[in-house]
């Protein structure tokens, strides 16, 4: 009933209430941000331009959607104006981002004193699971990577994806089902983790890096998606690793400085970031 009063209140224009109730989902709300546009900055902008436009226009919210649902909505077309400016992401751009580093000493550095200074520089295997399944999936077309993400790492219902894609239940499931059978094939060619005859190990070969001293065996056998990549077919594979990338923020958790300037560097590569230096953490002063 209380909930009910401050929906009230927030509908006819007050914006505390208002606030209250968009505190309830805005990390998420950020964390989905961060997966489709790769930018904290752009993430901080887009997340108060929702905000902003949300409450400009609560008067038009009829609550035939949660107000979550509403607000993402919005949040998405943000997003979308953002990203259709831009290509999409190539299979191999996180090759070409640690073809760069590798070729670089001040990123090279600047990735050593993220790790080494920075509260959240630390390295676990894990997170770049989940930084290589938002690089993946930006190769997806923007309709098909909303919908995957609101749906498998979001648990958005589809009748929900349907009002914030604007699409009939018909077509969000064919999006759905393309997206994922596109990630399989792609995890299915290209992670070690999962076919001996994969091309990337990138997320051992930096755990290797940034953890010496730790066990990559031990380490990588810890991890489900391992242990289960000699018994379970390819769709239950990418179940486990939408299980793993639930599980993650990755705007808040032990590696999301080293993560996020990893994404900068891949970003650089591909041509979307000009100047890997310009805002970018562990810069020299």
Not at 232 to 251: G, W
Request: glycine content about 4%.
């Amino acid at each position: 009933m209380e909930r009910e009063a401050i929906l009230h209140k927030a509908l006819t224009g007050d914006i505390t209430s208002f606030q209250q109730l968009f505190a309830e989902f805005q990390n998420q709300l950020k964390s989905y941000l961060y997966r489709l546009v790769t930018d904290r900055n752009d993430v901080d902008d887009l997340t108060h331009d929702t905000f902003i436009r949300a409450f400009d226009k609560i008067s038009t919210f009829n609550q035939e959607s949660s107000l979550k649902t509403w607000v993402f909505k919005i949040a998405t077309n943000l997003a979308y104006d953002h990203l259709k400016k831009l290509r999409r992401w190539p299979v191999d751009a996180q090759d070409q981002g640690a073809s760069l580093a590798i070729g670089s000493a001040e990123i090279a550095q600047s990735f050593r004193i993220v790790h080494s200074t920075f509260n959240a520089g630390a390295y676990e295997m894990k997170e770049h699971i989940d930084f290589c399944f938002t690089c993946i999936s930006k190769t997806l077309p923007i309709e098909n990577q909303v919908a995957l993400i609101l749906k498998d790492i979001y648990d958005f219902q589809v009748k929900e994806i349907c009002l914030i894609l604007d699409k009939t239940e018909g077509v969000v499931k064919h999006l759905l089902n393309g997206s994922r059978e596109t990630m399989t094939d792609i995890f299915d060619h290209r992670c070690a983790l999962v076919n001996k005859n994969g091309v990337c190990d990138q997320c051992s070969q930096l755990n290797g890096i940034f953890n010496a001293k730790q066990d990559q065996q031990e380490q990588r056998m810890k991890l489900d998606l391992v242990k289960g990549s000699k018994k379970f077919n390819r769709s239950e594979l990418f179940d486990l690793r939408t299980v793993l990338v639930k599980a993650i923020d990755p705007l808040h958790s032990s590696g999301t400085d080293l993560q996020d300037i990893i994404m900068r560097c891949t970003r650089t590569a591909i041509g979307e970031v000009n100047d890997f230096f310009d805002k970018s953490p562990g810069k020299a002063n």
